[in-house]
């Protein structure tokens, strides 16, 4: 059974294939998977070679293989096998709209409840935080735009910000929200891809040119992970110095992919829920209905 999903992250590694198995060799030593139960390879490492052999193996396996620069996946070998996977696709196109709705709505109720957690970590007593816990529990068309405007304003609060606007091309806080954003955005694009969805087709998020709506639809619960990282970093500096995107900066937002957080009942770094919750979506793809989709909500 094809389950595991490979990540090569070390900055030297040699990839290939012995007897059946996947071998990655890097200066730390080696190790193996059977190829059998592995369902993609996604490569990081910016130095990493890899074999001919294992492109040959690893298409007999039905092992596809994501090549990434800077964290953003670049290229997708995909077996013949698995280069047309029309159910899935066919299933992805026609999904039913009061489905494609429902996904929706359980990924914002997510999202907002998220945002909920960690507005209780910085103003618990707030007013502004209680009017947030209403929010999000209310079932309103102009839920997450509300929810996000009463998050903003207890994050700025927080860090006695004053004039704050969110905003993609705006500076300052932003540019730490931004880089944390890519980040996260790059790590759902390798899950999907590692699973077969084409990022390309969402549920909310309208097709842009070089854009991937679908990626941008299953990130959106784990944003308050990256607002909760960048918050904790401005919050212990001084303005002059913490909204730079140094270095250091880099190495701290990074860290909220390997936070364990609670997902089904399982303790999983945000990576690992992530891939479940991608997983769990390509299974309400296949299936046409909501009932397997289960985005991840924050307990704590």
């Known amino acids: 059974m094809s389950y595991h999903i490979v990540s090569i992250d070390a900055p030297r ?12 060799s890097t200066d730390q030593g080696s190790k193996r998977v059977p190829l059998e139960d592995v369902a993609s390879i996604i490569v990081t490492s910016f130095s990493a070679r890899i074999h001919s052999h294992l492109f040959l193996e690893a298409a007999k396996h039905g092992v596809a293989l994501v090549i990434c620069e800077r964290f953003q996946p670049v290229s997708l070998l995909l077996p ?7 159910l899935l696709t066919r299933r992805h196109l026609t999904l039913p709209e009061h489905v494609r709705s429902r996904l929706w709505e359980k990924t914002i109720d997510a999202k907002c409840a ?10 618990p007593d707030a007013q502004t935080t209680h009017r947030l816990a209403d929010a999000a529990r209310a079932r309103s068309a102009r839920k997450e735009g509300g929810c996000a405007k009463l998050f903003w304003e207890v994050i700025t609060e927080g860090l ?9 091309k705006l500076r300052g806080l932003n540019d730490l929200l931004n880089y944390g954003y890519a980040v996260l ?13 084409d990022p390309m087709v969402g549920i909310s998020h309208a097709i842009r040119e070089r854009s991937a709506p679908l990626a941008y639809d299953l990130m959106e619960p784990f944003r308050p992970c990256v607002d909760w990282r960048v918050y904790q970093w401005v919050k212990d500096r001084p303005q002059a110095e913490a909204f730079a995107v140094t270095g250091e900066f880099r190495k701290w937002v990074t860290g909220f992919s390997l936070e364990r957080v609670d997902y089904l009942g399982l303790e999983l770094d945000i990576r690992g829920c992530i891939e479940g919750v991608v997983r769990g979506f390509r299974q309400a793809v296949i299936a046409s209905t909501s009932r397997h989709y ?6 704590s």
């Open 13 to 24: 590694a040699d990839l290939t294939c012995r007897d059946g198995q996947l071998v990655c």
């Open 80 to 86: 013949a096998c698995r280069s047309a996977d029309t």
């Open 114 to 123: 998220n945002q909920l957690q960690v507005a209780r970590r910085i103003l």
């Open 160 to 168: 006695r910000i004053e004039g704050f606007s969110r905003g993609r």
């Open 185 to 197: 955005l790059s790590t759902v694009l390798q899950k999907l891809y590692a699973v077969g969805l």
């Open 294 to 299: 289960r985005p991840w909500m924050s307990k």
